[in-house]
């Protein structure tokens, strides 16, 4: 079983930055990534990265949120820079192995002055 563990999130000024961090138990993993979801919406994508290291970010983060991963150590980090309230949301990590996807239990970030 492949466990997913999020951490990083908190309360920040408009902006600001944070680092998020994600460990994934487990090696091999084809895809990893982040997903946010804010208070009544679905779940979004973020950002995700592949195994050859190829990335795609969503519209609303591109050019302050970067994806990174470490496959020794089996993580995936987002920093995020310049935050907006409309940042705000849970983010939750994904990683992908072998056609499964196993999610973290998420972690809460909020943008406000």
């Known amino acids: 079983q492949v466990h997913v563990v999020e951490s990083g999130g908190g309360l920040v000024q408009p902006g600001g930055s944070l680092r998020l961090s994600c460990a994934a138990s487990?090696?091999?993993?084809?895809?990893m990534g982040w997903y946010r979801q804010a208070p009544g919406e679905l779940r979004d994508l973020v950002a995700i990265?592949?195994?050859?290291?190829?990335?795609n970010y969503a519209d609303s983060v591109k050019g302050r949120f970067t994806i990174s991963r470490d496959d020794a150590k089996n993580t995936v980090d987002l920093q995020m820079n310049d935050l907006e309230p409309e940042d705000t949301a849970v983010y939750y990590c994904?990683?992908?192995?072998?056609?499964?996807?196993?999610w973290g239990q998420g972690t809460e970030v909020t943008v406000s002055s």
């Open positions: 994904r990683a992908r192995l072998y056609a499964t996807d196993y």
């Open positions: 487990g090696s091999g993993f084809s895809l």
């Open positions: 990265i592949d195994w050859s290291g190829t990335t």
